[in-house]
């Protein structure tokens, strides 16, 4: 089994602000209001919590719009995809996903006894649909559309989605991870919530992780039809979602408006390093998550370019031979990091 790589802390560095950019995490701290409800909670934690998470779950299913048979917790939507590729596949099964992508699918795959199809993502750092949908074979139980890509920040369009979509035979089950949806500014977005509602076999993913910031909670949730929603409450571990992140989750819901001005500013500051990044020479993809993506395509350059990041107090993520992702993180990392590009070798 490869082991999952976390983004690593950054080094002290005496006389430096260290900055942590390798985890796509919200760089900022939670609300107020967010914190006291977490602390409140955690009197409570002798006791289980509630196994239901009937709070939570009312709460995302009035968010949403949805019925409350339609969602399904666990802890973070990591664990979500672990619960489906278990529950959906094993050995001689296929499950088909771009690459790089998210760094679990494969582990869940393997995980499973299933097997890992990966389908190149483009040279700018774009699912590659079309090649995709043709490596779907008659094994093929699951397809991953991971919206925003981590670690390459591009999205797919609705409409490319759709075509997709209606090349895909009713069996196989697609998973739209949107983990950075609330981070999306483009036209013909996606919308996993619409894209789900009407299919038998559609899967959204989204998480309190990234744009609630509530990373160091651990919750998550899949939207899906019913039946699939079932199975993945039944797949989860009893207990799960601690009585901390259920109670964060209902005051984040209720904050929505402050949490999402918030991402908000987040899109503007990407927008800033996206600029900074370009000016400085510097060929990247779309930048559609709170993060921006570095195809370097050598092991060396990677290595390089994350040495010298790490030097300047940064901690970025490599994905080696690939490239190496950097995280939106506070306005003083940002300029750092694009005044850092200024006298790395491009
Ligand atoms: C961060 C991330 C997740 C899930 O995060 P959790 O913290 O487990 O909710 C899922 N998919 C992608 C693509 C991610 O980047």
Same mark, same amino acid.
């Given at each position: 089994m490869p082991a999952y790589v976390a983004g690593k802390p950054p080094a002290e560095r005496p006389g430096l602000v260290t900055y942590k950019l390798?985890? !796509?995490? !919200?760089p900022y701290p939670p609300l107020d209001g967010v914190v006291e409800v977490a602390a409140e909670a955690a009197r409570r934690v002798n006791r289980y919590p509630d196994a239901g998470s009937a709070e939570l779950y009312e709460a995302l299913s009035a968010s949403y719009q949805v &019925? @409350?048979?339609e969602v399904a917790l666990s802890t973070g939507a990591v664990a979500l995809i672990f619960q489906l590729v278990s529950a959906y596949t094993g050995p001689d099964d296929e499950v088909v996903f771009a690459?790089?992508?998210?760094?679990a699918y494969p582990i869940a795959v393997l995980a499973a006894g299933a097997t890992a199809v990966k389908v190149p993502v483009t040279a /700018?750092?774009?699912?590659d649909l079309d090649a995709m949908a043709d490596a779907?074979?008659?094994?093929?139980k699951v397809v991953f559309v991971c919206t &925003? !890509? !981590? &670690?390459?920040?591009t999205s797919v369009t609705q409409t490319e989605l759709d075509a997709f979509l209606a090349k895909v035979p009713e069996h196989v089950l697609v998973v @739209?991870?949107? %983990? =950075?949806?609330?981070f999306v500014r483009m /036209? /013909?977005? @996606?919308d996993g919530v619409a894209t789900y509602r009407g299919r038998s076999n559609v899967v959204v993913l989204r998480t309190?992780?990234?744009? =609630?910031?509530? %990373?160091?909670?651990r919750v998550g949730y899949a939207l899906a039809p019913a039946p699939i929603a079932a199975t993945l409450r039944a797949m989860a571990l009893p207990f799960g979602v601690n009585v901390v992140a259920q109670a964060a989750g209902v005051a984040s819901l209720e904050r929505q408006a402050e949490l999402l001005a918030r991402v908000d500013d987040l899109t503007v500051e990407r927008a800033r390093v996206v600029e900074g990044v370009r000016a400085a020479g510097w060929d990247i993809p779309d930048a559609q998550g709170n993060f921006v993506w570095f195809a370097l395509g050598s092991e060396d350059r990677c290595a390089e370019f994350a040495a010298a990041a790490d030097e300047a107090g940064l901690m970025v993520r490599p994905y080696a031979p690939e490239g190496v992702r950097v995280s939106i993180g506070e306005v003083e990392a940002n300029t750092r990091f694009i005044e850092l590009l200024a006298s790395l070798p491009r």
């Open positions: 390798s985890s !796509n995490e !919200n &019925p @409350v048979e690459w790089r992508s998210f760094e /700018d750092g774009r699912h779907i074979t008659e094994r093929t &925003p !890509n !981590n &670690p390459t920040g @739209v991870d949107e %983990a =950075y949806a609330e /036209d /013909d977005a @996606v309190f992780s990234k744009a =609630y910031g509530l %990373a160091g909670f």
